[in-house]
């Protein structure tokens, strides 16, 4: 088992930044490819970032390109997701998940989550 504790969420002015982190327990990370998933009110939770387990493969969705940047570092079991030019159309609950080895972008595909944070941006 693995347990995920999202953290770093909060509200922002749009153009600002934020720095989600993912912290790791039960298991090392370093068999698993991560996940940032985001879910805004009366929608349904899409893909925002994935990063392989060797960390050499990260993928984004459309809309965070440029702007948004997955890391990983396996040593402290931890994943983070650097958000910066922010707008208000990020506003979600942002989740962390976890899958064994090969990389994939719909959430059914995750394994394991974390209770999410909540991300707030202002216009």
């Known amino acids: 088992q693995v347990q995920l504790v999202e953290s770093g969420g909060g509200l922002v002015q749009a153009g600002g930044s934020l720095r989600l982190s993912c912290a790791a327990s039960g298991r090392t990370l370093s068999s698993y490819t991560m996940g940032w998933f985001r879910q805004a009110p009366g929608k349904e939770r899409e893909l925002v970032a994935t990063?392989?387990?060797?960390?050499?493969?990260?993928s984004y969705a459309a809309s965070v390109k440029g702007r948004f940047t997955i890391s990983r570092d396996n040593a402290k079991n931890m994943v983070y997701l650097q958000m910066n030019s922010l707008k208000p159309e990020d506003t979600a609950v942002y989740y962390c998940a976890a899958r064994p080895l090969a990389v994939a972008t719909s959430a059914p595909r995750y394994d394991y989550w974390g209770q999410g944070t909540q991300v707030t941006v202002s216009s």
């Open positions: 990063i392989s387990v060797s960390g050499a493969t990260r």
